[in-house]
């Protein structure tokens, strides 16, 4: 919560230096505040398939989430409008899966972590040629993982400005620390207090994705946009907690293949019904070299009750065939070169359903001008095979 009041103290002085700013014409050089958001969210999940216990066990997990991004905008000597984003996340979860990592309550290493992820983004954009430059930088950091990310990309309109395409190649180097479960680690006696630990080792993983898009404007009422990623991933895919039982009731660690390759493609999709409805659609489909292939297909229709309130219920159904390295528990052999019990990896589909209500009014919320817009949205998600979960999260924007 202290963070939480920190952030929003800090926005407090961005409204204070933006109203300073008031005097300034719309294209100053000076450096302004445009918006800033805070999120904040609680996550709820349950279920019996625990990949840590070998795909059975309880998956009980809980989530706090907290996260602020500031725009600021410059525009230079050529016109050129200069956008600076900087987000800082904060995650805090307690698993009830992950602490059988060692068999003993509240004693794993992962029992309950901290998740802290700031990251920069720039573009710039002329707005006379319709052309953007963009690029950012990102990091991630928890007990057992750390990810350092860089993007950079393009976008160019076309010429009646009603069409966008947009490129960005992006790149994640990870450390994974290879913890294992506490009997398959080199030092395990049974009749010490099961607390000890190897020297953690550490084990990379790289990912290169290339995200292309194409948006159109068809007519005022109807726009369309084409995504498709090219997403490899090469060095240590598995995660070293994860326990895998064979037939013959052995213990081993998840042991997957250290190339995949992904390769998503999607489609999306608004049409205004008039000033009261929109009806947004997005469908895609993927597919890797693992044999995993999915389809998802998401609906969600806004609704103005009035000027200024509006509400928006939203569908989300997800199907997929498992990859071929996964099977339930005790059921892989030592025949098998890869293997896994994660029912991430398994075949399944989900349903996601919920509803969120947005005010967002012009002369600001409770008087407030620049405190313009308030959402608070909730979502229950469905598993076929048993794991249920919920979220309820909260967005403020400053303006």
């Known amino acids: 919560m202290k963070k939480v009041l920190i952030s929003i103290a800090a926005l407090f002085g961005l409204w204070y230096a933006k109203a300073q700013d008031k005097a300034i014409n719309e294209k100053s050089r000076t450096l302004s505040f445009e918006e800033a958001n805070l999120v904040s969210s609680y996550y709820n999940q349950n279920g019996n398939n625990s990949a840590v216990t070998g795909g059975i066990g309880t998956e009980k997990l809980s989530d706090i989430s907290n996260s602020i991004d500031v725009v600021l905008v410059k525009y230079d000597k050529k016109g050129r409008k200069n956008k600076f984003n900087f987000d800082v996340g904060i995650d805090h979860y307690t698993s009830a899966s992950s602490d059988m990592i060692d068999l003993k309550a509240n004693s794993s290493a992962s029992h309950a972590d901290t998740r802290v992820y700031p990251s920069i983004g720039w573009s710039r954009e002329n707005e006379e040629k319709g052309s953007t430059l963009l690029g950012g930088i990102s990091y991630s950091a928890e007990f057992d993982y750390q990810s350092i990310g860089a993007n950079i990309g393009f976008a160019q309109k076309t010429k009646n400005k009603m069409g966008e395409f947009t490129a960005r190649f992006q790149a994640y180097l990870d450390q994974v620390k290879l913890i294992a479960p506490i009997e398959l680690r080199t030092n395990y006696n049974p009749a010490n207090t099961g607390k000890e630990h190897d020297n953690y080792g550490s084990s990379g993983r790289n990912t290169y994705a290339l995200s292309l898009a194409y948006s159109q404007i068809i007519n005022p009422n109807f726009q369309i946009e084409f995504l498709a990623d090219a997403v490899q991933q090469t060095g240590y895919l598995s995660l070293p907690f994860h326990r895998v039982y064979l037939s013959d009731g052995s213990v081993h660690q998840e042991n997957l293949p250290d190339k995949r390759f992904k390769l998503p493609l999607g489609f999306r999709s608004n049409y205004f019904f008039g000033d009261k409805v929109i009806l947004r659609t997005y469908y895609r489909y993927y597919t890797d070299d693992w044999g995993l292939k999915s389809h998802t297909i998401n609906v969600e229709t806004p609704v103005k009750i009035s000027p200024f309130v509006s509400v928006s219920p939203f569908y989300r159904y997800y199907t997929q065939t498992g990859t071929k390295y996964f099977a339930p528990y005790e059921k892989h052999t030592a025949f098998d070169d890869f293997y896994t019990s994660n029912y ?56």
């Not at 509803?355 to 405190?371: D, M, S, T, Y």
């Not at 048993?386 to 924007?397: A, E, F, H, Q, T």
Request: glycine letters at 10%.
């Open 344 to 399: 991430d990896l398994s075949t399944f589909h989900s349903n996601f359903y919920g509803a969120g209500v947005r005010f967002n009014l012009p002369n600001g919320l409770f008087g407030i001008e620049w405190f313009n817009m308030l959402e608070l949205r909730y979502g229950h998600y469905t598993k076929s095979v048993g794991m249920k979960s919920d979220i309820i999260s909260l967005n403020i924007r400053f303006k």
